[in-house]
């Protein structure tokens, strides 16, 4: 569980599990490329689910092992602030089993508040050694795939090599290793199954080239996720990034919407798609065009066009060789690259 990062995380932890014949049922929130669907079921007991805090949906399940990867704002439309989330976050937390773990990230603010009152054994990871597993010697190759040595309570184990871009996976991947350590999986399962992922569809997804042009899609929607999505572009080869964004739901674009202009900055061009409203209607006084304008004060060109067709043939006509393309939103935005390179 968490804000962001589940679906690649539990994707991960998937392919781990996989590697070591564990025969899992999985239940991911996207197209794992290994499976070909979000589904897979198994036939030991070993049962892998994403699960939701969205009007507290994964309060139902009571697992042996939890990941809570992140707690931020989001879903505002349900919560009512971060106290309340992490309050959530909490009691999903506690129906972890008594003799299981819960591992989560170590820099989340104010984590005592999450892991308040548990019957299990907390796990902590992140970027600093003062965590249970963090990592050491990262290296990056020339598309911002990082290798690097966990360490586990002091123990260098076995170096990892990532096949997918971003420091955030780093992050992602030690969630993993730590669940796996602790089912009791082989090193060379770990190191073999985090080798082997690829992507979960949608996250930073390879879709081909048009006029010289690499076009990526990302399913990027909260600011941070956007955050970590281009600062994996940072290390990707091009000489102009530019990014195709589709806000999701007017709460979200409201709620975030210095935000959104404040990251999506970090893009030499950003074209601004229509909001895609999801279960919502157009009553809260909010429009892509909004975060535009932000943009462009922060000093980065920014366009708004309402349709596809308008941004497809802008596109066409503009992009050049050395051009990253990124599109970007959890709504249909994946179609603007699609239909470019078909």
């Given at each position: 569980a968490g804000t962001h990062g589940k679906t690649t995380t539990t994707s991960m932890i998937a392919e781990i599990l996989m590697h070591a014949d564990a025969d899992p049922t999985i239940s991911v929130g996207g197209i794992l490329e290994s499976i070909q669907s979000n589904i897979r079921v198994g036939r030991s007991d070993v049962f892998l689910i994403e699960a939701c805090e969205y009007t507290n949906s994964f309060h139902e399940f009571y697992p042996r092992y939890s990941v809570i990867l992140n707690v931020e704002e989001d879903h505002m439309d349900f919560f009512h602030d971060i106290g309340e989330i992490r309050e959530s976050f909490n009691r999903f937390a506690k129906n972890t089993h008594p003799d299981g773990a819960l591992f989560i990230g170590g820099e989340?603010?104010?984590?005592?508040?999450?892991?308040?009152?548990?019957?299990?054994?907390?796990?902590?990871?992140?970027?600093?050694?003062?965590?249970?597993?963090?990592?050491?010697?990262?290296?990056?190759?020339?598309?911002?795939?990082?290798?690097?040595?966990?360490v586990e309570r002091g123990e260098a184990l076995e170096r990892i090599v990532l096949s997918v871009?971003?420091?955030?996976?780093?992050?992602?991947?030690?969630?993993?290793?730590?669940?796996?350590?602790r089912m009791g999986i082989p090193m060379d399962s770990i190191v073999s199954g985090l080798r082997d992922f690829g992507g979960a569809k949608r996250r930073f997804e390879y879709k081909g080239t048009y006029n010289g042009a690499v076009v990526i899609d990302d399913y990027a929607h909260h600011p941070t996720e956007i955050a970590a999505s281009l600062d994996a572009a940072r290390d990707y080869p091009h000489e102009r990034l530019i990014v195709v964004f589709q806000p999701h739901t007017y709460t979200r674009t409201k709620a975030f919407l210095t935000d959104f202009a404040d990251v999506l900055s970090r893009a030499d061009l950003v074209i601004m798609a229509k909001i895609y409203a999801a279960r919502e209607d157009d009553i809260y006084g909010v429009s892509s065009d909004d975060v535009r304008r932000l943009i462009e004060e922060r000093g980065t060109q920014a366009l708004y066009i309402d349709t596809f067709e308008g941004i497809e043939d802008y596109l066409k006509k503009n992009l050049v060789n050395g051009d990253l393309l990124i599109t970007m939103g959890a709504g249909d935005v994946v179609k603007v690259g699609e239909e470019i390179l078909s």
């Open positions: 989340i603010p104010e984590r005592d508040v999450v892991t308040r009152d548990l019957p299990c054994e907390v796990v902590t990871y992140g970027f600093d050694e003062a965590y249970d597993y963090y990592p050491v010697d990262i290296e990056y190759d020339d598309h911002g795939r990082a290798s690097f040595t966990p871009p971003g420091r955030h996976n780093i992050g992602n991947a030690l969630a993993a290793i730590g669940v796996a350590r």
